[in-house]
């Protein structure tokens, strides 16, 4: 199996390459900070290029679909619209916070961990984890939460970790959704789906407020 992992739901961003053999897992990575998603097409080559494979051997595109940075997971899943409708490539899209707990995990954090996410409006995504070598268990699925209920979480010595929190949380864990991570994830999976069904996940209620009318000038 060959994935092509996309991963931009934060600041740093990052494309992948995971291939998969009968004796190993090999992942081809490029990341980078900020920068526009006009880059994105140079990573994906990049990441090609490191594997050694051209587009047409891709078997799969795994998506992270955050929540995170709203214009770059879009982004992320019109690379993959465009690839399946092309190539016929199968699609996964794949909870960016599922990645980050991975991470978690492979990074060594065990125990109770609260993974959070700016959501801007002075809101954050908040799931809450526990975690050990084998495995990790969800104790409270994805969901807003305000600024202070974090701050009480923290207080209280809970372990806070996710992307850009240094500025909001003093000794909150840096960390970031990696799309070799992602790709890893998806090898074994079989929920493929047509690339409409790819959706980023946010959890506000979408509001639309009626233009009023014109005015109508004597």
């Not at 909150?172 to 994830?185: C, I, M, N, T």
Request: glycine fraction near 8%.
């Amino acid at each position: 199996m060959k994935i092509l992992a996309l991963e931009l739901s934060s600041s740093q961003r990052s494309v992948a390459v995971v291939q998969q053999n009968a004796h190993s897992t090999q992942a081809a990575e490029v990341i980078e900070t900020g920068g526009k998603a006009a880059k994105l097409f140079e990573m994906i080559e990049r990441a090609l290029s490191q594997a050694g494979l051209e587009r047409e051997q891709i078997d799969c595109l795994a998506i992270g679909l955050g929540p995170g940075s709203y214009n770059g997971i879009r982004a992320a899943i019109a690379v993959a619209q465009g690839w399946q409708l092309a190539a016929r490539t199968r699609l996964l899209g794949i909870a960016s916070v599922e990645c980050l707990v991975q991470q978690a995990r492979d990074e060594g954090f065990l125990g109770l961990l609260n993974v959070v996410i700016d959501a801007q409006r002075n809101e954050f995504y908040l799931a809450q984890y526990e975690l050990d070598s084998e495995r990790s268990a969800i104790l409270s699925p994805l969901r807003l939460a305000t600024l202070a209920e974090v701050q009480v979480r923290q207080a209280a010595g809970e372990r806070i970790a996710g992307p850009d929190l240094e500025q909001r949380f003093e000794g909150a864990a840096s960390l970031f959704p990696r799309a070799s991570v992602l790709g890893k994830l998806a090898l074994g999976r079989t929920e493929f789906v047509s690339g409409d069904q790819l959706e980023p996940i946010y959890l506000r209620d979408t509001n639309f407020v009626k233009a009023p009318p014109p005015r109508i000038l004597p």
